[in-house]
């Protein structure tokens, strides 16, 4: 009986300093790593339960004065919301250099690197087979080269390797030129023993239906080969490949690549094409006119340097971040401002948004206290069913990765203290969170209970200045 009344009163003991914890006052740090001193500096930093960061563009003044005269400024004027909520814009401290006429496409900071079109309509060959001797046989049925189209160009014919050394055509093989991630082809040329085409350069050619692709257009040329010799295929130290002065860009053929998931084929090249650019008048007015655009460009970023350090001035509310301002960049700035908050911050809890958003600050803190959301480790929010979809149903999937969620300062501590091992980068704004978060063993707090009335409204192009002030 007494060591079944200590292990009652063990339990009991448990249980007590279980329900002590979960009904601590959610404003109360859980851990040393919510201090309000920075121990490298023993600098003191005001605490707030909820630090806001939003993901700003930097020329986006008139998206953050609406956020500043709507609920950022509630926020400031609030006697006991100022306390609760820090709010932050994060910016890139260097917009890109390049002008967006040269860059490669509008989400990167990559120059367009032309040369003068070599002549007017004329033919390039994407590959050229010196000597035969480098053909090896391949293993696979079907072959794909991805590429990207940087300037517009007309394909004006699909080719194919011959079966070995010989100039000798012995399978029967199809090339097709498909957009990239569309399951009709663009136009295919089919490939016999019978009906070879014409041998240009070591490669056997048969001319197709010529369409002009856009600048931007991402195809892939898949060859396919159903009999049981296979394709001939070139070895990637062997490959020079011509992209046309810069027209094109084509992927890595490189020996070991596996094929994406949605790839029609093994990674490689088992023949080529030839084309022609289109506009070749275009193309030298606008290498022309490049110095003159760089020295504006140049101009135009010194003026918005000093235009955002006068708005940080200000306001006081902006993190300038160690990264170029592109979209492709974003979740390396995100990053970037989690490794800032632990240095320079102190919170509880860190919630991401972006500045086309709108965030019901009542709602917000509202449910943070009715959840007591004080467990260590976890992430609450809202998440959109695609990347680009509409609507905001409730989510309770730990996934943060299309947008705003809530994370405790201990996952960014353990994420972002150096040497910050623990972290993978992305390559789209919208896996920003997810970078920081998915290798960490998070838990969530459930909200199957939520109704459709969002905490934070986010509307694309359509959440503009005027409608956040309707809100």
């Known amino acids: 009986m007494r060591r079944l009344g200590l292990a009652l009163l063990s339990c009991a003991v448990a249980v007590l300093v279980h329900l002590w914890v979960a009904h601590r006052p959610s404003s109360t740090p859980l851990d040393n790593n919510t201090h309000s001193v920075n ?29 500043r005269d709507t609920w950022l400024g509630y926020l400031r004027d609030h006697a006991h919301f100022q306390h609760r909520v820090g709010v932050k814009f994060i910016v890139g401290n260097h917009g890109c250099a390049i002008p967006e006429e040269d860059r490669e496409d509008s989400y990167s900071c990559s120059l367009l ?28 049925s079907a072959i ?11 394909i004006t014919r699909l080719g ?26 663009v136009v295919t040329a089919r490939f016999s023993a019978i009906s070879t085409g014409t041998l240009v350069k070591g490669v056997w050619y048969k001319p197709v239906e010529q369409f002009i692709l856009p600048k931007g257009f991402e195809g892939t040329l898949v060859w396919e080969n159903l009999d049981s010799a296979g394709l001939s295929t070139l070895t990637s130290p062997s490959v020079q490949l011509n992209d046309g002065g810069g027209v094109l860009k084509i992927s890595s053929i490189a020996d070991g690549l596996l094929p994406h ?123 959109k069913t695609s990347a680009w979809g509409s609507g905001w149903p409730p989510s309770d999937r730990r996934n943060i990765r299309t947008q705003p969620g809530s994370v405790r300062r201990s996952v960014i501590w353990t994420c972002c203290r150096p040497p910050s091992t623990r972290l993978r980068s992305c390559s789209s704004s919208g896996t920003g969170g997810g970078s920081v ?7 969530e707090s459930v909200s199957r209970g939520c109704t459709h009335h969002s905490s934070v409204c986010s509307g694309g192009s359509d959440c503009s200045p005027l409608l956040f002030r309707d809100l």
């Open 39 to 67: 121990h490298h500096q023993d600098v003191a930093f005001p605490f707030f339960e909820v630090l806001v960061g939003v993901l700003s563009a930097r020329h986006h003044h008139e998206l953050r004065r609406a956020i």
């Open 113 to 140: 690197n032309f040369s003068e079109p070599a002549g007017r309509h004329a033919e390039t060959e994407i590959v050229t087979v010196s000597d035969p001797s480098l053909l090896a046989p391949s293993d696979v």
């Open 144 to 154: 794909a080269l991805d590429f990207k189209v940087l300037h517009p160009m007309v």
């Open 160 to 185: 194919v390797f011959p079966s070995g050394t010989r100039p000798e055509l012995q399978n029967n093989v199809t090339v097709k030129l498909l957009q990239l991630d569309q399951e009709e082809a």
């Open 261 to 383: 998931r949605s790839a029609r084929g093994f990674p490689g090249l088992a023949g080529g094409f030839t084309f022609t650019v289109y506009d070749e008048d275009g193309l030298s007015a606008l290498l022309r006119g490049r110095p003159g655009r760089m020295e504006r460009h140049a101009s135009m970023l010194r003026r918005e340097d000093a235009a955002l350090q006068e708005e940080s001035e200000r306001h006081g509310d902006m993190v300038f971040v160690d990264v170029v301002d592109t979209y492709r960049n974003v979740p390396t700035k995100l990053l970037q401002f989690y490794k800032w908050s632990v240095g320079n911050a102190d919170f509880n809890l860190l919630l991401k948004t972006d500045d086309d958003c709108y965030i019901d600050v009542d709602s917000v803190l509202m449910k943070i206290d009715h959840k007591r959301l004080r467990r260590r480790n976890f992430w609450w929010g809202k998440e």
């Open 437 to 443: 978060v998915t290798p960490v063993a998070v838990t």
